[in-house]
């Protein structure tokens, strides 16, 4: 009987084990090939970019997200907030947006961004941005490819070969430099991570208490007020 | 150790590992950044690897413990092999998703480990509730002492 007992028990933990690791390899397996053609977006047109920031430069209040392109949080953020963003408070002049890209989950980080960056030259990145959040991967499967940055950089009206060129230039490794610094001497631990405040003036990390609008919409009106 | 006794530990356990699971998937649902010393957390729970079919993986983890939790609580010999199958193939899963973070994702997230610890101890404990020596009830507060010593008593 007590040998019985041990046979029941050890069959019913290794079916369950089983069950949840072919769940999990199956599902894993569909996220890795399940990367959807980039769709084009009119989030941004009409809207002024100079650089890495867009919104007027003159806006009352400043954003900047520290984000990686690969990051599932950030696709998620961008997804949930950043349209509510762009028409209620980036259109109307009130907010501008800065785009600092951190590369710390690998080499589909590092392609992403240089594209993106190397966008900004032709005051492109948050279309590129927008473009790589919306086609995300799983991290590291080599989901940035060739392709994706030409199809993306195509929407956006750029030339993707050149891109391409463009992010291995010296700037683009300056730029990146440049936003881990910052992402540092903000106190930065996780993305999507964002410092806010008055145009030129002294910016605060924000503790983010959700992805969706509510998260941020409060601490911007309270800016404007 | 007597079955109630292994029981209530094996509640106490469960309960945290819930706290844990309760923890990452609060933390996931607001977008907050986690608290972590191994620096891997936010990989690891990014990851592919972090959703089951669209689930997260620290939901199925809440309800893996919230039926260890119950099944503690009840006494008798169904709760205790069904409380042994879970605990076992949780412990299973969990080795598992050890192996995907060290050798797939490169990155190790405490808290999965933590769980992973609690895990194997539940599963330590629904062995021990297993062995016949642990079936015997105590003798309850205030009885009359076994018969044997009671003569003895007696003199």
């Known amino acids: ?225 | 150790m007597t079955d109630a006794r292994l029981r209530s530990v094996s509640a106490i356990l469960a309960l945290t590992g819930a706290g844990i699971a309760a923890y990452l998937l609060q933390v996931r649902s607001s977008g907050a950044t986690l608290l972590c010393a191994t620096g891997g957390c936010e990989t690891v729970q990014g990851s592919r690897y972090a959703e089951l079919a669209g689930i997260p993986v620290a939901a199925l983890g809440l309800a893996g413990f919230a039926a260890l939790f119950t099944l503690a609580l009840v006494p008798g010999e169904p709760a205790r092999l069904a409380n042994a199958v879970v605990a076992l193939g949780a412990l299973g899963f969990g080795a598992y998703l050890l192996v995907i973070q060290v050798a797939v994702i490169g990155a190790v997230c405490q808290w999965c480990v933590a769980t992973d610890l609690v895990t194997t101890a539940l599963a330590a404990l629904a062995v021990l509730r297993l062995r016949p020596e642990s079936h015997r009830r105590e003798t309850p507060r205030g009885a009359h002492p076994p018969r044997r010593a009671r003569a003895a008593w007696r003199g």
């Not at chain 1, 989030?43 to 806006?59: E, S, T």
């Not at chain 1, 900047?64 to 408070?89: F, G, I, K, S």
């Not at chain 1, 300056?174 to 631990?189: I, K, P, T």
Request: hydrophobic share 45%; with cysteine.
């Open chain 1, 1 to 225: 009987m007590t040998q019985l007992r041990l046979i029941i028990v050890l069959a019913g933990a290794a079916v369950l084990a089983a069950t949840l690791v072919a769940a999990s390899l199956l599902s894993a397996g569909e996220a890795n090939t399940s990367t959807p053609a980039p769709a084009a977006s009119d989030l941004f047109a009409g809207v002024p970019q100079d650089g890495l920031a867009v919104g007027d430069p003159d806006a009352p209040v400043t954003l900047v997200e520290y984000a990686d392109l690969q990051c599932p949080y950030c696709a998620e953020w961008a997804v949930r907030t950043m349209p509510a963003l762009v028409e209620d408070y980036v259109r109307t002049g009130q907010l501008r947006i800065v785009f600092h890209g951190l590369a710390f989950l690998g080499p589909d980080s590092d392609k992403a961004v240089r594209a993106a960056i190397a966008a900004s030259a032709g005051d492109r990145l948050w279309n590129m941005v927008d473009g790589f959040y919306r086609s995300q991967g799983s991290e590291n499967s080599g989901w940035v490819t060739d392709d994706l940055i030409g199809q993306i950089a195509a929407q956006a009206g750029l030339d993707g070969g050149e891109l391409r060129d463009r992010g291995d230039e010296s700037w683009v490794d300056e730029e990146l430099s440049r936003a881990n610094a910052a992402a540092q001497s903000a106190g930065v631990q996780g993305t999507p991570s964002f410092e806010l405040g008055p145009t030129g003036g002294k910016l605060e990390l924000v503790e983010l208490s959700s992805l969706d609008p509510e998260g941020l919409t409060p601490l911007i009106d309270d800016l404007l007020e």
